[in-house]
Every structure is written in structure tokens, then in C-alpha cells.
T-cell receptor, first 115, second 113 residues
């Protein structure tokens, strides 16, 4: 597709369960970012991929959070043993290394609700 | 340390009036500045960016922003507000070749008919 896609669009889970969120970046975009946005708040950086490697994982809130990227394409964000505080919209963005400074293109997000 | 401040949580403007959403930044090198908009239940959309050149940058939906180096500001403006401009606006800055965008907390813009 032409834009960044994310799935599922909505996820409701029970506390303690694991969830996996998926991001399909724009084809050819080497950089990929995950953010968390709590209701009515700004963006919280989670992790950044350049290609398949993640040089910056500093934003991951705990060891329950992990992410991977394969084939310089799809990325998955996994949250283990979910807690109610994990409820938020998880946004994925991708960008391209071009001569001009590269803007980030965002997906529609996955709304996660932990009951 | 890099930072972005959006000093107003909410801005209220009457339809047809000019609007300004404020943003100030702090970086040690050359800043690259961005504005994004988030409509209700929709993803973030790019509005405009400043990289170099003219201080006045024009973007989508009639918005523009003025880069002011001495005041380290990048305020978003529109001459005549529309009700459909009501949304959440985010300012972001990147320093030089640093990959990461630093985001402001967002400003809710409400345009009243």
C-alpha cells in the first residue's frame, strides 16, 4: 500500500496476556519508529529501527516490551504480561533517508485496551 | 538537551479569525522543525517542515509557520480559521542528522462557529 499500515486497529485483552502489534512501513523506508500515545497526551518514543537493527531501545518502558523487524520491512511490537497501564494507542512511523531531512509518516495506530 | 515546548494546552479561536499555535525549541545544532496534526480517531498527518531557506514555510490546509532563530520559535499560523481545523497539533524538532524527533506535548485547537 501507499502508506504505513498497522494491525490490529483495536485490541482488547485481559491483564496478564501477551499481545503482538504489527506495523507495515512504506516500501523502501529504512527507518521505523514505535511510539505510545496515552489518551490526551503527546507521543512517547519507544524504539527506533534502522534497517533490521535497533540502535535505540531507550524508550521501551520495561522488559515486558520488545520489538523486532525483519527484511527491513514489517515490525512487531510485543507486550508480555500486559498491565492496565499499557492501555494506549501505539503508533508506528517510517521514514526514508533522502537528501532532504526525512519526515516521518505515521500509521493509523493500534488502540490497546487492557482490562 | 533537546526539547520542544508547546506552552498552551488548548487554543480557542472563532471561525474566520487568525490562529496561532505556539512552539519553542532548544537544540545545540541546526534545528529541523515539523508540525503534525492529529484529527480525532485518525493518525498523525504531516503539515509542514522547516529545513533551511525562507523563514516562512507554507504547508497543507492553508497553514504556515515562521521560523525565528533568535527567539527559537516555530509558531504555526493560519490567516482564517475553519471549524474543520479543530484538532490536536504537535510540534517536533530534529537536530542535524540525529534520527530522533523530539515532540512537544501537543496543543488542542478548538475553532468555534
Amino acid at each position: 500500500g501507499a502508506g504505513v499500515s498497522q494491525s490490529p486497529s483495536n485490541k482488547v485483552t485481559e491483564k496478564g496476556k501477551d499481545v503482538e502489534l504489527r506495523c507495515d512501513p512504506i516500501s523502501g523506508h529504512t527507518a521505523l519508529y514505535w511510539y505510545r500515545q496515552r489518551l490526551g497526551q503527546g507521543l512517547e518514543f519507544l524504539i527506533y529501527f534502522q534497517g533490521n537493527s535497533a540502535p535505540d531501545k531507550s524508550g521501551l518502558p520495561s522488559d515486558r516490551f520488545s520489538a523486532e523487524r525483519t527484511g527491513e520491512s514489517v515490525s512487531t511490537l510485543t507486550i508480555q504480561r500486559t498491565q492496565q497501564e499499557d492501555s494506549a494507542v501505539y503508533l508506528c512511523a517510517s521514514s526514508s533517508r533522502t537528501r532532504e531531512i526525512y519526515e516521518q509518516f505515521f500509521g493509523p495506530g493500534t488502540r490497546l485496551t487492557v482490562l | 538537551a533537546q526539547s520542544v515546548a508547546q506552552p498552551e494546552d488548548q487554543v480557542n479561536v472563532a471561525e474566520g479569525n487568525p490562529l496561532t499555535v505556539k512552539c519553542t525549541y532548544s537544540v545545540s545544532g541546526n534545528p529541523y522543525l515539523f508540525w503534525y496534526v492529529q484529527y480525532p480517531n485518525r493518525g498523525l498527518q504531516f503539515l509542514l517542515k522547516y529545513i533551511t531557506g525562507d523563514n516562512l514555510v507554507k504547508g497543507s490546509y492553508g497553514f504556515e509557520a515562521e521560523f525565528n532563530k533568535s527567539q527559537t520559535s516555530f509558531h504555526l499560523k493560519k490567516p482564517s480559521a475553519l471549524v474543520s481545523d479543530s484538532a490536536l497539533y504537535f510540534c517536533a524538532v530534529r537536530e542535524g542528522s540525529n534520527y530522533q524527533l523530539i515532540w512537544g506535548a501537543g496543543t488542542k485547537l478548538i475553532i468555534k462557529p
